[in-house]
């Protein structure tokens, strides 16, 4: 049987010894009425937004609560920006005031032996943007809106390494969206399809996500495998084309590549039935 191994970590979450077991344990989470609504269903999104949460030095829960994928880029929610700064080792204060009179949002950051960071976020500005009179918080809640802009662009120019280059959700989620680039899938099925011995046949193929992708590349790194020779076995252009009923195989596969030698090169030299 498949069993998950977990043990208890000091941080208070379980560690899973394989990247399988890792999955299992996200997917426990994508079906938890706990799980944040942009993540439920997808286990795989959200194992990588936990190790990206790990390298911001955010708990994995933390992680799902305060990192929002917005228009295909994650971003912070403006609290959890503050609180990544907080840690950094060298992290002196960040000071942050506004002014009712001219509605104008001020935010001060300082580092050990570097010069203080002021940014300012005004009502002027936030016309300029188009942004002032908004539907949404910019029209509720607007003076929180220009603190929240200063902010991301306060701690963002003072702590570029702490944050990871993400900017702020609020600030994300005012830029306008990417138009759906739904040829890409087509364009995978196409090349797939036209692969099979039988082109007249309507197959339809869905192939592994964005966030899939991410932790087979990883892995693939990690094993030093072949991706050529992968590429080859599983009949496709690229990785980004695997077939999503291959993950589990060639996860298995990668996995005893880490603890058998040559394993997943002989088994990746041969030709697929």
């Known amino acids: 049987m498949n069993e998950v191994t977990i043990q208890d970590s000091n941080d208070g979450f379980l560690v899973t ?60 929610w403006g609290d959890a920006m503050l609180a990544v700064c907080r840690q950094a ?15 104008t949002a001020t935010c001060k950051a300082k580092r050990h032996n570097e010069p203080e960071v002021v940014r300012t976020f005004s009502q002027e500005d936030a016309k300029k943007a188009s942004l002032w009179g908004k539907q949404g918080p910019w029209s509720q809640y607007p003076a929180r809106m220009l603190q929240m802009r200063a902010r991301g662009f306060c701690l963002r120019d003072a702590f570029p390494d702490a944050l990871r280059g993400m900017i702020s959700a609020e600030e994300a989620k005012d830029y306008p969206s990417k138009p759906a680039e739904k040829e890409i899938k087509s364009n995978v099925v196409a ?23 991410d932790i087979v590349e990883l892995k693939v790194h990690e094993s030093k495998a072949d991706i050529v020779a992968l590429c080859k076995y599983y009949q496709i252009g690229c990785l980004d084309m695997l077939p999503k009923s291959e993950l589990p195989k060639l996860l298995s596969q990668l996995d005893k590549k880490m603890t058998e030698t040559n394993v997943v090169d002989e088994f990746f030299e041969g030709e697929k039935a």
């Open 17 to 76: 010894n394989t990247l399988q077991d890792a999955l299992k344990v996200a997917d426990i989470i994508a079906k938890s009425s706990f799980c944040p609504k942009g993540f439920l269903g997808k286990p795989g999104d959200i194992l990588v937004c936990m190790q990206m949460g790990k390298e911001l030095g955010l708990k994995p829960l933390q992680a799902l609560q305060n990192i929002a994928v917005i228009n295909g880029k994650p971003s912070l």
């Open 89 to 103: 080792s060298n992290y002196d204060y960040v000071d942050e005031t506004f002014d009712a009179a001219s509605m």
């Open 191 to 213: 090349d797939i399809i036209a692969r099979k011995k039988e082109p007249k046949k309507q197959i339809e193929v869905e192939v592994i996500s964005e966030a899939e992708l």
